[in-house]
């Protein structure tokens, strides 16, 4: 599908990638510390964009067009805008992501090798209901040298409009046509068919949203399709800190990706520790789902196979009892999305034995999984949160926009003198010091 306005928008971002690779940090962080002071001046106008929003989306609601999920997520306020210009600020603040030397090999007299941080170059991401999403993907964008090309939901759309256009004024004297914003409904495939052009897509919204997105480009994509995160409560586990974990897990923002979604409970104190979570759970208004053990202690309805794979985005849990620790692993690895897990216990065995034998990109011990967030992580922000296993994993911040270069300095050596029989043999000696771009201008 041919779109004329997407295809200029990515052309201008890959000219403009090459430019902003050239900045220092300096000037990048000013950039974004102008936008958080931008943010804050316009809030009236993102609040009364919202607004907007907030109205169409209610009214689709009542139409059975939208869910109350996406409704929520789409709802900005002054202390949401707070937490945007927050993190803002901290990713300005954050060390220089780019010019790291990774490693530092002399592979002969003469001949030294540095593997470098640079940027990714022009990343994509197609983003649905949380308009906080764009300011987060275009400041670690920035922040990591990238030229960004972002497409929200309709939405959304006053928000986004109110926000680039923040973003791209704020920002305007350091690189022209770094960030660009696609609207029109065939843009995000005309975006999917562009893998020459653009290096990394961030798609960030609903499990089937992002399975479409996989399923139907060939540039790479970084992010997850769904989070069904658990809290297993173990035999040794405080029963204080289990309800506390285990409510704030589901109940502080059920919306997100990182809400529990299954409390799995061990068999010796599931009968003290059930009707406990369960009153906690009641008085915040969760609907909870249990197996025919857990219905043999709380009047719940019953749990079907498809709820222990359901990710809610609600005040809905599923529970169950297990017979022991090995067990709760079992069901992690059989039905979690390698998101969020979480073990609450006072035994310390027990508890490495949970967080080795899960296959998730964050397990944690005795802390709500709410805590896998990039801002929480001190990643200044995250692009969202990968559950594969390749290039990153977990909240990904400014690291996850960087790729490897190998710069190579040398003095006329040729490759046949390292071959045949009296080839002259590799040193491959790790050595002090980073790489200086300016090394050659300095002598």
Not at 50 to 77: C, F, H, I, P, W
Not at 108 to 125: A, F, Q, R, T
Not at 226 to 251: N, S, W
Request: hydrophobic share 40%; net charge negative.
């Amino acid at each position: 599908m041919t779109d004329t306005d997407t295809v200029t928008k990515v052309e201008d971002a890959q000219i403009a990638a090459l430019e902003l690779a050239q900045t220092t940090n300096e000037q990048r962080s000013e950039a974004l510390r102008s936008l958080a002071d931008a943010l804050d001046d316009n809030r009236s106008a993102i609040l009364e964009a919202n607004a907007r929003d907030v109205d169409e989306a209610e009214t689709m609601l009542e139409q059975g067009e939208y869910s109350q999920v996406l409704v929520d997520r789409l709802k900005l306020d002054d202390d949401k805008i707070d937490t945007i210009i927050e993190m803002v600020r901290s990713v300005a603040d954050q060390d220089d992501p780019l010019g790291e030397t990774l490693e530092a090999r002399k592979l002969d007299d003469g001949l030294e090798l540095y593997k470098v941080s640079v940027p990714i170059g022009v990343v994509g991401s197609v983003f649905e209901s949380r308009p906080d999403a764009l300011v987060q993907i275009a400041s670690l964008s920035l922040k990591s040298g990238n030229a960004a090309i972002l497409k929200g939901g309709s939405e959304a759309l006053h928000s986004n409009r109110v926000l680039y256009d923040i973003i791209r004024e704020a920002t305007a004297d350091l690189v022209e046509g770094w960030v660009h914003l696609v609207e029109a409904h065939e843009a995000v495939d005309a975006v999917l068919e562009m893998d020459e052009a653009i290096d990394l897509l961030m798609p960030r919204g609903s499990t089937e949203f992002v399975r479409y997105i996989q399923d139907n480009t060939k540039i790479p994509v970084l992010g997850h399709t769904e989070g069904v995160c658990h809290v297993y409560v173990d035999v040794a586990a405080d029963r204080e800190m289990a309800t506390d974990v285990a409510y704030d897990a589901k109940v502080q923002y059920p919306a997100v990706c990182n809400a529990a979604e299954t409390l799995l409970v061990h068999e010796e104190i599931a009968s003290e520790f059930l009707p406990a979570i369960a009153e906690e759970y009641e008085a915040a208004g969760v609907e909870m789902r249990g197996d025919e053990r857990t219905r043999s202690i709380l009047d719940v309805d019953e749990a079907t196979q498809t709820d222990w794979q359901t990710e809610y985005g609600d005040l809905i849990i599923s529970i169950k009892v297990v017979d022991s620790l090995p067990d709760a692993v079992d069901h992690v690895n059989s039905y979690g999305s390698k998101h969020t897990e979480t073990i609450v216990t006072d035994n310390a065995e027990n508890a490495d034995v949970f967080m080795q034998g899960v296959d998730a990109a964050s397990v944690f011990h005795n802390a709500s999984t709410r805590f896998a967030d990039g801002y929480r992580y001190g990643l200044g922000a995250e692009v969202g949160i990968s559950t594969g296993k390749i290039h990153a994993r977990g909240p990904v911040g400014l690291d996850g926009l960087t790729t490897d270069k190998y710069y190579l300095e040398g003095d006329g050596q040729r490759v046949a003198s390292y071959a045949g029989p009296d080839a002259t043999q590799f040193t491959h000696e790790p050595i002090e010091g980073d790489w200086d771009p300016g090394r050659l201008s300095d002598e």
